[in-house]
Protein backbone atom coordinates (compact mmCIF):
# COMPACT_ATOMS: atom_id res chain seq x y z
CA UNK A 1 0.00 0.00 0.00
CA UNK A 2 1.09 3.51 -0.53
CA UNK A 3 2.33 4.52 2.58
CA UNK A 4 0.29 7.56 3.01
CA UNK A 5 -3.10 5.99 2.56
CA UNK A 6 -5.19 4.88 4.91
CA UNK A 7 -7.56 1.74 4.97
CA UNK A 8 -11.06 3.07 3.93
CA UNK A 9 -14.48 2.23 5.00
CA UNK A 10 -16.02 4.92 3.62
CA UNK A 11 -19.80 4.20 2.62
CA UNK A 12 -19.64 6.14 -0.96
CA UNK A 13 -17.67 7.68 -2.37
CA UNK A 14 -15.46 4.54 -1.33
CA UNK A 15 -12.05 3.34 -1.46
CA UNK A 16 -11.25 2.52 -5.02
CA UNK A 17 -8.40 -0.36 -5.74
CA UNK A 18 -5.34 1.42 -6.04
CA UNK A 19 -4.14 0.26 -9.15
CA UNK A 20 -7.06 1.64 -11.18
CA UNK A 21 -5.78 4.87 -8.88
CA UNK A 22 -2.16 4.49 -10.34
CA UNK A 23 -3.09 3.57 -13.64
CA UNK A 24 -5.12 7.24 -13.95
CA UNK A 25 -2.42 8.93 -12.52
CA UNK A 26 0.14 7.49 -15.19
CA UNK A 27 -2.63 8.00 -18.21
CA UNK A 28 -3.43 12.10 -16.91
CA UNK A 29 -1.75 14.13 -18.86
CA UNK A 30 -1.38 11.88 -22.15
CA UNK A 31 -4.18 9.69 -22.79
CA UNK A 32 -3.68 6.56 -25.08
CA UNK A 33 -0.90 9.05 -26.90
CA UNK A 34 -3.65 11.44 -27.69
CA UNK A 35 -1.53 13.95 -25.68
CA UNK A 36 -4.60 15.25 -23.61
CA UNK A 37 -6.19 13.92 -20.52
CA UNK A 38 -9.21 11.59 -20.54
CA UNK A 39 -10.68 15.11 -19.24
CA UNK A 40 -9.91 16.78 -22.42
CA UNK A 41 -10.51 14.58 -25.14
CA UNK A 42 -14.22 14.87 -27.19
CA UNK A 43 -16.32 12.16 -26.02
CA UNK A 44 -16.96 11.22 -30.17
CA UNK A 45 -12.83 10.65 -30.23
CA UNK A 46 -12.57 7.09 -31.26
CA UNK A 47 -10.38 6.65 -28.22
CA UNK A 48 -13.18 7.43 -25.84
CA UNK A 49 -15.94 5.29 -27.53
CA UNK A 50 -13.48 2.39 -26.85
CA UNK A 51 -13.96 3.29 -23.33
CA UNK A 52 -17.37 3.17 -23.20
CA UNK A 53 -17.72 0.13 -25.23
CA UNK A 54 -15.29 -1.62 -23.01
CA UNK A 55 -16.93 -0.61 -20.12
CA UNK A 56 -20.47 -2.20 -21.64
CA UNK A 57 -18.78 -5.10 -22.72
CA UNK A 58 -17.17 -5.87 -19.50
CA UNK A 59 -20.01 -5.70 -17.94
CA UNK A 60 -21.63 -8.11 -20.16
CA UNK A 61 -19.12 -10.70 -19.77
CA UNK A 62 -19.00 -10.18 -15.63
CA UNK A 63 -22.68 -10.22 -15.44
CA UNK A 64 -23.19 -12.84 -18.23
CA UNK A 65 -25.72 -10.09 -20.32
CA UNK A 66 -27.43 -11.95 -23.49
CA UNK A 67 -28.62 -9.32 -26.10
CA UNK A 68 -31.72 -8.88 -24.20
CA UNK A 69 -30.02 -6.52 -21.69
CA UNK A 70 -28.87 -2.91 -22.50
CA UNK A 71 -26.13 -1.50 -20.11
CA UNK A 72 -26.36 2.30 -20.11
CA UNK A 73 -24.49 5.06 -18.24
CA UNK A 74 -26.82 7.51 -16.67
CA UNK A 75 -26.37 11.03 -14.82
CA UNK A 76 -27.69 12.03 -11.69
CA UNK A 77 -27.23 8.80 -9.24
CA UNK A 78 -29.18 6.32 -7.74
CA UNK A 79 -31.58 8.70 -6.59
CA UNK A 80 -32.33 9.93 -9.82
CA UNK A 81 -33.34 6.40 -10.97
CA UNK A 82 -36.10 6.40 -7.79
CA UNK A 83 -37.71 8.82 -10.40
CA UNK A 84 -36.76 7.91 -14.05
CA UNK A 85 -37.96 4.23 -13.23
CA UNK A 86 -41.44 4.45 -12.09
CA UNK A 87 -41.64 7.56 -14.96
CA UNK A 88 -40.84 4.86 -17.49
CA UNK A 89 -41.91 1.88 -16.50
CA UNK A 90 -45.63 2.32 -14.28
CA UNK A 91 -47.95 3.27 -17.49
CA UNK A 92 -51.45 4.67 -17.22
CA UNK A 93 -53.53 1.64 -15.68
CA UNK A 94 -50.34 -0.26 -14.22
CA UNK A 95 -49.07 -0.61 -11.07
CA UNK A 96 -46.05 -1.53 -9.07
CA UNK A 97 -44.62 -3.56 -6.34
CA UNK A 98 -42.54 -2.13 -3.62
CA UNK A 99 -40.71 -3.68 -0.88
CA UNK A 100 -39.35 -1.26 2.19
CA UNK A 101 -36.11 -1.99 3.56
CA UNK A 102 -35.35 1.57 4.85
CA UNK A 103 -34.02 4.37 3.64
CA UNK A 104 -33.22 3.85 -0.05
CA UNK A 105 -36.74 2.34 -0.14
CA UNK A 106 -38.10 4.87 1.11
CA UNK A 107 -36.96 7.51 -1.04
CA UNK A 108 -38.00 5.32 -4.17
CA UNK A 109 -41.13 4.85 -2.84
CA UNK A 110 -41.51 8.43 -2.23
CA UNK A 111 -40.52 9.70 -5.97
CA UNK A 112 -42.75 6.84 -7.51
CA UNK A 113 -46.14 8.34 -5.19
CA UNK A 114 -44.52 12.36 -6.00
CA UNK A 115 -45.55 11.33 -9.75
CA UNK A 116 -48.99 9.58 -8.85
CA UNK A 117 -47.94 6.42 -9.70
CA UNK A 118 -50.00 3.70 -8.79
CA UNK A 119 -47.59 1.82 -6.51
CA UNK A 120 -48.54 -0.79 -3.58
CA UNK A 121 -45.57 -1.63 -0.25
CA UNK A 122 -45.57 -5.13 -0.81
CA UNK A 123 -43.60 -5.74 2.51
CA UNK A 124 -41.63 -3.65 4.76
CA UNK A 125 -38.89 -3.94 7.77
CA UNK A 126 -40.20 -0.76 9.64
CA UNK A 127 -41.48 -2.97 12.42
CA UNK A 128 -38.24 -4.03 13.23
CA UNK A 129 -36.30 -0.81 12.79
CA UNK A 130 -35.27 -2.16 9.28
CA UNK A 131 -32.86 -4.58 10.59
CA UNK A 132 -34.20 -7.37 8.97
CA UNK A 133 -35.23 -8.49 5.08
CA UNK A 134 -38.65 -9.17 4.45
CA UNK A 135 -39.46 -13.05 3.95
CA UNK A 136 -42.80 -14.65 1.75
CA UNK A 137 -43.81 -12.04 0.38
CA UNK A 138 -47.23 -11.98 -1.68
CA UNK A 139 -46.61 -9.39 -4.76
CA UNK A 140 -49.35 -8.26 -6.83
CA UNK A 141 -50.27 -10.85 -9.29
CA UNK A 142 -50.57 -7.72 -11.61
CA UNK A 143 -47.55 -5.81 -10.73
CA UNK A 144 -45.19 -4.82 -13.92
CA UNK A 145 -42.19 -4.88 -11.43
CA UNK A 146 -41.27 -5.62 -8.16
CA UNK A 147 -38.56 -3.40 -6.50
CA UNK A 148 -35.93 -3.46 -3.72
CA UNK A 149 -33.01 -2.42 -2.63
CA UNK A 150 -30.58 -5.06 -2.77
CA UNK A 151 -28.17 -3.91 0.04
CA UNK A 152 -29.04 -1.31 2.44
CA UNK A 153 -26.36 0.81 2.85
CA UNK A 154 -27.36 2.19 6.37
CA UNK A 155 -29.14 0.04 7.73
CA UNK A 156 -26.30 -3.24 6.89
CA UNK A 157 -28.91 -5.53 5.63
CA UNK A 158 -28.83 -7.43 2.37
CA UNK A 159 -30.62 -9.43 0.39
CA UNK A 160 -28.80 -13.33 0.41
CA UNK A 161 -31.79 -14.71 -2.05
CA UNK A 162 -33.89 -12.84 -4.18
CA UNK A 163 -37.28 -12.87 -3.34
CA UNK A 164 -39.87 -15.15 -6.00
CA UNK A 165 -42.03 -12.75 -7.63
CA UNK A 166 -43.61 -15.71 -9.82
CA UNK A 167 -42.04 -14.29 -13.03
CA UNK A 168 -42.69 -10.23 -12.39
CA UNK A 169 -39.39 -8.73 -13.30
CA UNK A 170 -37.19 -7.61 -10.24
CA UNK A 171 -35.86 -3.61 -10.57
CA UNK A 172 -33.35 -3.73 -8.10
CA UNK A 173 -31.32 -0.72 -6.53
CA UNK A 174 -27.81 -2.19 -6.17
CA UNK A 175 -26.17 0.90 -5.73
CA UNK A 176 -23.75 -0.87 -2.53
CA UNK A 177 -23.66 -4.21 -4.07
CA UNK A 178 -23.33 -4.34 -7.81
CA UNK A 179 -20.67 -6.49 -9.00
CA UNK A 180 -19.98 -7.84 -5.33
CA UNK A 181 -21.29 -11.07 -5.49
CA UNK A 182 -22.47 -13.79 -8.87
CA UNK A 183 -25.83 -13.01 -9.75
CA UNK A 184 -28.31 -14.78 -11.99
CA UNK A 185 -29.80 -11.97 -13.76
CA UNK A 186 -33.04 -13.84 -15.63
CA UNK A 187 -35.06 -12.64 -12.34
CA UNK A 188 -34.47 -8.80 -13.20
CA UNK A 189 -35.89 -6.41 -15.49
CA UNK A 190 -33.50 -3.35 -14.28
CA UNK A 191 -30.58 -3.35 -12.50
CA UNK A 192 -29.54 0.48 -11.21
CA UNK A 193 -26.72 1.34 -9.46
CA UNK A 194 -24.80 4.61 -8.59
CA UNK A 195 -21.01 3.74 -9.15
CA UNK A 196 -19.44 5.26 -6.25
CA UNK A 197 -19.11 2.49 -4.19
CA UNK A 198 -18.24 -0.48 -5.63
CA UNK A 199 -18.07 0.57 -9.73
CA UNK A 200 -15.73 4.01 -9.38
CA UNK A 201 -16.33 7.63 -8.71
CA UNK A 202 -19.99 9.73 -7.89
CA UNK A 203 -21.31 11.10 -10.93
CA UNK A 204 -22.15 8.11 -13.11
CA UNK A 205 -25.16 5.71 -12.63
CA UNK A 206 -25.17 2.02 -14.54
CA UNK A 207 -28.31 1.39 -15.88
CA UNK A 208 -28.78 -2.15 -16.81
CA UNK A 209 -32.24 -2.74 -18.81
CA UNK A 210 -34.05 -5.53 -20.11
CA UNK A 211 -35.47 -4.88 -23.57
CA UNK A 212 -38.95 -6.24 -23.03
CA UNK A 213 -38.68 -3.49 -20.41
CA UNK A 214 -37.56 -0.93 -22.70
CA UNK A 215 -40.96 -1.39 -24.56
CA UNK A 216 -43.17 -0.85 -21.83
CA UNK A 217 -41.51 3.42 -21.88
CA UNK A 218 -43.74 5.82 -23.38
CA UNK A 219 -42.64 8.15 -26.60
CA UNK A 220 -43.56 10.97 -24.67
CA UNK A 221 -41.33 11.26 -21.84
CA UNK A 222 -38.23 13.99 -21.98
CA UNK A 223 -35.62 13.14 -24.17
CA UNK A 224 -33.20 12.78 -21.12
CA UNK A 225 -35.70 11.23 -19.08
CA UNK A 226 -36.51 8.39 -21.27
CA UNK A 227 -34.32 5.03 -20.94
CA UNK A 228 -34.68 4.53 -24.82
CA UNK A 229 -32.56 7.54 -25.41
CA UNK A 230 -29.40 6.44 -23.98
CA UNK A 231 -30.23 3.05 -25.16
CA UNK A 232 -30.41 4.00 -28.44
CA UNK A 233 -27.20 6.45 -28.62
CA UNK A 234 -24.66 4.18 -26.73
CA UNK A 235 -25.22 6.67 -23.50
CA UNK A 236 -23.90 9.24 -25.99
CA UNK A 237 -26.98 11.57 -26.82
CA UNK A 238 -24.87 14.30 -24.96
CA UNK A 239 -21.79 14.92 -22.96
CA UNK A 240 -21.68 11.59 -20.67
CA UNK A 241 -19.47 12.25 -17.45
CA UNK A 242 -16.45 10.46 -19.52
CA UNK A 243 -14.02 10.51 -16.77
CA UNK A 244 -16.22 8.66 -14.05
CA UNK A 245 -16.66 6.08 -17.02
CA UNK A 246 -13.29 5.42 -17.67
CA UNK A 247 -12.76 4.90 -13.88
CA UNK A 248 -15.75 2.32 -14.47
CA UNK A 249 -14.18 0.64 -17.36
CA UNK A 250 -10.58 0.53 -15.16
CA UNK A 251 -12.57 -1.11 -12.06
CA UNK A 252 -14.52 -3.39 -14.01
CA UNK A 253 -11.15 -4.48 -16.14
CA UNK A 254 -9.48 -4.79 -12.44
CA UNK A 255 -12.45 -6.78 -11.70
CA UNK A 256 -12.26 -9.18 -14.69
CA UNK A 257 -8.22 -9.59 -15.23
CA UNK A 258 -6.89 -9.19 -11.00
CA UNK A 259 -9.72 -10.78 -9.44
CA UNK A 260 -11.02 -13.25 -11.80
CA UNK A 261 -14.49 -12.62 -12.02
CA UNK A 262 -17.51 -11.96 -9.55
CA UNK A 263 -17.52 -15.72 -8.48
CA UNK A 264 -13.96 -14.88 -7.14
CA UNK A 265 -15.19 -11.49 -5.94
CA UNK A 266 -17.46 -12.98 -3.37
CA UNK A 267 -15.80 -15.53 -2.17
CA UNK A 268 -13.10 -12.84 -0.63
CA UNK A 269 -16.17 -10.41 0.23
CA UNK A 270 -17.56 -13.62 2.17
CA UNK A 271 -13.91 -13.95 3.92
CA UNK A 272 -13.88 -10.36 4.68
CA UNK A 273 -17.52 -9.67 6.06
CA UNK A 274 -17.11 -14.03 7.60
CA UNK A 275 -14.06 -12.59 9.75
CA UNK A 276 -15.56 -8.97 10.90
CA UNK A 277 -19.01 -10.51 11.94
CA UNK A 278 -17.68 -13.65 13.63
CA UNK A 279 -14.77 -11.24 15.80
CA UNK A 280 -18.12 -9.21 16.87
CA UNK A 281 -20.36 -12.33 17.66
CA UNK A 282 -17.73 -13.22 19.59
CA UNK A 283 -17.00 -10.31 22.17
CA UNK A 284 -20.53 -8.40 24.36
CA UNK A 285 -18.48 -4.76 23.46
CA UNK A 286 -19.19 -4.85 20.15
CA UNK A 287 -23.22 -6.12 18.85
CA UNK A 288 -23.75 -5.90 15.15
CA UNK A 289 -27.49 -4.79 14.13
CA UNK A 290 -28.72 -6.23 11.50
CA UNK A 291 -30.88 -9.84 11.93
CA UNK A 292 -28.78 -12.64 11.59
CA UNK A 293 -29.96 -14.12 7.79
CA UNK A 294 -29.97 -10.39 6.66
CA UNK A 295 -26.58 -9.34 7.29
CA UNK A 296 -25.13 -7.32 4.42
CA UNK A 297 -21.72 -8.54 3.34
CA UNK A 298 -20.90 -4.79 2.87
CA UNK A 299 -21.65 -2.70 5.08
CA UNK A 300 -21.08 -4.05 8.57
CA UNK A 301 -23.35 -1.88 11.20
CA UNK A 302 -22.36 -2.22 14.59
CA UNK A 303 -22.85 -0.79 18.22
CA UNK A 304 -20.05 -0.04 21.25
CA UNK A 305 -21.81 0.32 25.00
CA UNK A 306 -22.58 3.81 24.25
CA UNK A 307 -21.98 7.08 21.59
CA UNK A 308 -19.16 8.45 23.80
CA UNK A 309 -17.34 5.13 23.09
CA UNK A 310 -18.17 5.13 19.56
CA UNK A 311 -17.00 8.53 19.24
CA UNK A 312 -13.59 7.74 20.76
CA UNK A 313 -13.61 4.45 18.94
CA UNK A 314 -13.91 6.17 15.69
CA UNK A 315 -11.79 9.04 16.36
CA UNK A 316 -9.00 6.40 17.30
CA UNK A 317 -9.50 4.13 14.46
CA UNK A 318 -8.55 7.35 12.74
CA UNK A 319 -5.89 7.92 14.27
CA UNK A 320 -4.31 3.99 13.55
CA UNK A 321 -5.21 4.48 9.99
CA UNK A 322 -8.71 2.86 9.71
CA UNK A 323 -10.97 5.81 8.01
CA UNK A 324 -14.75 5.92 7.43
CA UNK A 325 -16.29 3.62 10.56
CA UNK A 326 -18.79 6.58 11.52
CA UNK A 327 -22.55 4.99 10.88
CA UNK A 328 -24.65 7.03 8.96
CA UNK A 329 -26.30 9.96 10.47
CA UNK A 330 -29.22 8.91 10.47
CA UNK A 331 -28.85 5.77 12.42
CA UNK A 332 -25.58 7.16 14.64
CA UNK A 333 -23.29 4.42 15.77
CA UNK A 334 -20.26 2.55 13.62
CA UNK A 335 -20.31 1.37 10.01
CA UNK A 336 -17.71 -0.52 8.20
CA UNK A 337 -18.07 -0.41 4.20
CA UNK A 338 -16.01 -3.08 3.19
CA UNK A 339 -16.98 -2.93 -1.01
CA UNK A 340 -14.78 -4.98 -3.54
CA UNK A 341 -11.55 -2.83 -2.54
CA UNK A 342 -11.58 -2.95 0.65
CA UNK A 343 -8.76 -5.76 1.46
CA UNK A 344 -8.65 -8.64 3.70
CA UNK A 345 -5.70 -6.70 4.83
CA UNK A 346 -7.83 -3.82 5.42
CA UNK A 347 -10.68 -5.71 7.63
CA UNK A 348 -8.44 -7.53 9.56
CA UNK A 349 -6.25 -4.66 10.81
CA UNK A 350 -9.46 -3.29 11.93
CA UNK A 351 -10.25 -6.42 13.84
CA UNK A 352 -6.98 -5.66 15.60
CA UNK A 353 -7.87 -2.56 16.03
CA UNK A 354 -11.33 -3.13 17.73
CA UNK A 355 -9.78 -6.08 20.05
CA UNK A 356 -7.16 -3.68 20.96
CA UNK A 357 -9.80 -1.27 21.90
CA UNK A 358 -12.18 -3.56 23.33
CA UNK A 359 -9.02 -4.56 25.98
CA UNK A 360 -8.39 -0.80 26.66
CA UNK A 361 -12.23 0.44 27.15
CA UNK A 362 -13.76 -2.74 28.03
C1 LIG B 1 -28.62 1.79 -1.77
C2 LIG B 1 -28.50 3.23 -2.17
N1 LIG B 1 -29.36 3.73 -3.06
C3 LIG B 1 -29.30 5.01 -3.45
C4 LIG B 1 -28.35 5.86 -2.95
C5 LIG B 1 -28.31 7.29 -3.42
O1 LIG B 1 -27.33 7.40 -4.36
P1 LIG B 1 -26.91 8.77 -5.08
O2 LIG B 1 -26.23 9.58 -4.04
O3 LIG B 1 -26.01 8.30 -6.19
O4 LIG B 1 -28.15 9.39 -5.59
C6 LIG B 1 -27.42 5.40 -2.02
C7 LIG B 1 -26.38 6.30 -1.50
O5 LIG B 1 -25.66 6.02 -0.57
C8 LIG B 1 -27.50 4.04 -1.63
O6 LIG B 1 -26.64 3.54 -0.73
Not at 77 to 106: H, R
Not at 107 to 130: F, G, P, T
Not at 322 to 344: D, M, Q, W
Request: proline share 3%.
Amino acid sequence: MASDRIFNFNAGPAALPLVVLEEIQESFLNFKETGMSIMEISHRSKAFEEVINDAVARTRRLLDLDENFQVLFVQGGASMQFCLVPMNLIAEGKSADYVDTGTWSTKAIKEAQLQKKSIRVAASSEDRNYAYIPRDIAFSRDAVFVHITSNNTIKGTQWADFPQTGGIPIVADMSSDIMSRALDVAKFGLIYAGAQKNIGPAGVCMVIIRNDMLDMVPDTLPTMLNYKTYAAKNSLYNTPPCFAIFTVQLVLKWLEETVGGLAKMEAINRQKAGLLYDYIDSTDFYRATAEAGSRSLMNVTFRLPNENLEKQFVQEALDNGLGGLKGHRSVGGCRASIYNATSLEAVAALVDFMDSFKRDHG
